[in-house]
């Protein structure tokens, strides 16, 4: 079955600091990939997504990622957070090969800044 | 546009019970679909709609049931509740099953069964 692994459960920084949350996900083929945030109390927003082109991505807030084909990654970026940046953030993938109704997410990174 | 919206926003049920939790979206979205969130395990798919009338199984299926048959609404059913169903559940839609489009979220629906 396709998988997405978010190995950092709980990152800890303060404001200024740099951040970089990892995704990498399972071969399957052509892949439309995702980053979804998830503020306290909110739902789901999307932060950025990449269908092809440019590996390189930004999206809002001044996040951005990076799609690396060979590594089956696409890492969550922000060279200096705020407080606000406080919240969940999951990465999500579809596989066009597997049926693209399906959007299937990693456990989510819990991301505390401290002020 | 309000987009997605669900309700109730929370419910208490005790084991046994059953209940229908409502998503409605106004973009005129042809997919639908229903996850659960729960702790260290991020959203997994329950079921989804390509369209009114039709539905299908996602991940976790086993104790839910849906239907569709409005193009705006998708409802979630839970025949006999249990406790392992307590979980955050959020409803999304998206405008086309390619794989260009996104998927719009609901605010979540917070259940907990006694």
């Known amino acids: 079955a396709q998988s997405v692994s978010q190995h950092n459960h709980h990152v800890i920084l303060s404001e200024a600091a740099s951040l970089e949350l990892g995704c990498n996900y399972s071969y399957g083929g052509t892949v439309n990939l995702f980053w979804y945030v998830q503020y306290p109390g909110q739902h789901l927003q999307l932060l950025l997504k990449?269908?092809?082109?440019?590996?390189l991505v930004k999206g809002i807030k001044g996040f951005e990622a990076e799609f690396i084909k060979s590594k089956f990654s696409f890492n969550l970026r922000k060279p200096s957070v705020q407080w606000s940046d406080t919240a969940e953030y999951f990465c999500a993938v579809k596989w066009s090969n597997f049926g693209n109704e399906k959007l299937t997410f990693g456990t989510g990174t819990r991301l505390t800044i401290i002020p | 546009n309000a987009g997605v919206t669900q309700t109730p926003k929370f419910r208490v049920l005790k084991t046994g019970q059953s209940m229908t939790l409502l998503c409605a979206q106004d973009?005129?979205?042809?997919?639908m679909y229903w996850y659960r969130q729960d702790p260290g395990m991020g959203l997994r798919l329950i079921h989804y709609?390509?369209?009114?009338?039709?539905?299908a199984k996602g991940e976790v299926p086993d104790g839910y049931n849906v239907s569709r048959l409005k193009k705006q609404n998708f409802l979630l059913g839970l025949e006999s509740a249990a406790p392992s169903q307590t979980s955050v559940y959020f409803c999304a839609s998206s405008s086309a099953g390619t794989t260009r489009e996104t998927q719009y979220f609901g605010p979540g629906t917070r259940l907990l069964v006694l």
């Open positions: 990449y269908f092809s082109g440019d590996p």
């Open positions: 973009m005129n979205h042809e997919y």
């Open positions: 709609s390509v369209g009114e009338g039709t539905t």
